[in-house]
C-alpha cells in the first residue's frame, strides 16, 4: 500500500525541496502545494522506470558530492591556469579509452557528468555497447594517469553507491 | 562586521568575474573546437558559482532573508553544462574526426557516434515510415478494388 502510494519517497523528498526553494518562501502554503507534486510526478511518472537502480550506500553520496565540489574547485583553478599560461604549442591534449566497471545507465551518466566538470578532462562519447567512456583531455603529458585517477577516484565510489 | 560582509562579497563578485573573464579568453585562445570545450564548461562553473555565493551571502547579511535561490541556479548548471558539452563533443565527433585517429573502445564494436545501427530511434522511424507506406498501399489498393467493384456493378446493371 505505502509502496503505491510513494513508488520512490527519495524523489517526494527531493521534488518537495526543489520546489521550496525555486518558490523561495517557507511557509506551510509552498510545503503542502511542494509535497503535492512530489507525491503526484513519482506516482505519474513511475511506469517509466521499470527497473530503476538502488542507491545502496547512502553516506558515500555525501562523500561523493564533497569530493566532486572540491575537485570541480580545483579544476577551475587548473583550466585558467592552463588557459592563462600554458602557450598552445606547449599544450597536449589526448583523448582517453576509460573502460567501465559500472553498468547501471544512472551510474555511467553520473560518472559522465562527472569526468567533464572535474580537472581538465571532459567526457565525449560513449562506446557503442556502453563499456566504456570516451575522453578528452585539455593538457595531458600522461594519458593513463587520468584514466587510472578517473577511476580509483570516481567510478570505484559510484560503484559503491549503486552496486 | 559589515565591512567584513562587503569585503567578501566584493572579492567573490571579483572571482566571479576573473573566472569568467578567463573562460571566455579561452575560447579565443585555445587551438580548436575540442580544447575550447573546456573553457567555458569549467571556468564558467566557478565564475557563476562565485557570484551566486556572494548574492546568498549579501542577502543573508543585509537583507536579513535567506535566499536559497541561487543553489538552484548552480544545481541547474551542474545538471545541463556536462550534457551540452557531450552534445558539442558529439557533433564534433561526426564532423572532424575519424574513428582511425581516437583510441579504440575497450573490446568490440566502436563509439556510438560512428555507429549508427546502434543509434534505434532511426530504425525505429524507418520502421513507422514503412508501416505508413504499407497502409497508404493498401488503402490504394482497396480504394482501387472499391472503385472497380462499382463500376463493375454499374456495368452490370447497365
Known amino acids: ?163 | 562586521m559589515e565591512l567584513f560582509w562587503e569585503i567578501l562579497i566584493a572579492a567573490l563578485l571579483v572571482i566571479g568575474g576573473f573566472f569568467g573573464l578567463v573562460g571566455s579568453f579561452g575560447l579565443v585562445k585555445l587551438p580548436d573546437p575540442m580544447t575550447r570545450l573546456h573553457a567555458p564548461t569549467k571556468a564558467a562553473t566557478l565564475g557563476v558559482g562565485a557570484v551566486l555565493i556572494g548574492s546568498m551571502v549579501y542577502f543573508a547579511a543585509f537583507k536579513g532573508d535567506l535566499s536559497l535561490h541561487e543553489l538552484m541556479i548552480t544545481l541547474f548548471i551542474f545538471l545541463t553544462a556536462p550534457i551540452t558539452a557531450h552534445f558539442i563533443a558529439k557533433a564534433n565527433l561526426l564532423r572532424d574526426w575519424r574513428p582511425e585517429r581516437l583510441p579504440p573502445p575497450e573490446g568490440e564494436g566502436d563509439w556510438a557516434v560512428y555507429t549508427p545501427a546502434a543509434d534505434t530511434s532511426a530504425l525505429e522511424l524507418q520502421e513507422v515510415e514503412d508501416a505508413d507506406k504499407e497502409a497508404a498501399r493498401e488503402a490504394a489498393q482497396a480504394a482501387a478494388q472499391a472503385a472497380a467493384g462499382t463500376t463493375g456493378s454499374e456495368a452490370e446493371r447497365g
Not at chain 1, 500500500?1 to 518558490?23: G, N, Q, S
Not at chain 1, 578517473?150 to 552496486?163: A, D, G, T
Request: aromatic residues 8%; contains cysteine.
Open chain 1, 1 to 163: 500500500m505505502l509502496k503505491k502510494l510513494l513508488p520512490h519517497p527519495h524523489l517526494t523528498l527531493l521534488l518537495t525541496v526543489v520546489w521550496l526553494l525555486l518558490a523561495n518562501a517557507y511557509t506551510l502554503n509552498s510545503l503542502v502545494f511542494g509535497l503535492l507534486m512530489g507525491l503526484v510526478i513519482p506516482w505519474i511518472t513511475a511506469p517509466y522506470w521499470p527497473d530503476r537502480p538502488r542507491v545502496r550506500n547512502f553516506p558515500m553520496i555525501v562523500e561523493y558530492v564533497l569530493i566532486v565540489l572540491w575537485d570541480i574547485l580545483k579544476s577551475n583553478i587548473t583550466v585558467a591556469r592552463i588557459v592563462l599560461f600554458v602557450p598552445n604549442a606547449k599544450l597536449e591534449p589526448a583523448w582517453v579509452t576509460v573502460p567501465l566497471d559500472l553498468h547501471e545507465p544512472e551510474a555511467i551518466t553520473a560518472l559522465a557528468g562527472t569526468i567533464t566538470m572535474t580537472p581538465g578532462t571532459l567526457t565525449a562519447e560513449l562506446a557503442a555497447d556502453g563499456h566504456s567512456l570516451l575522453v578528452h583531455c585539455l593538457h595531458a603529458p600522461d594519458p593513463d594517469g587520468v584514466r587510472d585517477e578517473i577511476k580509483e577516484r570516481y567510478e570505484r565510489r559510484l560503484k559503491e553507491i549503486f552496486e
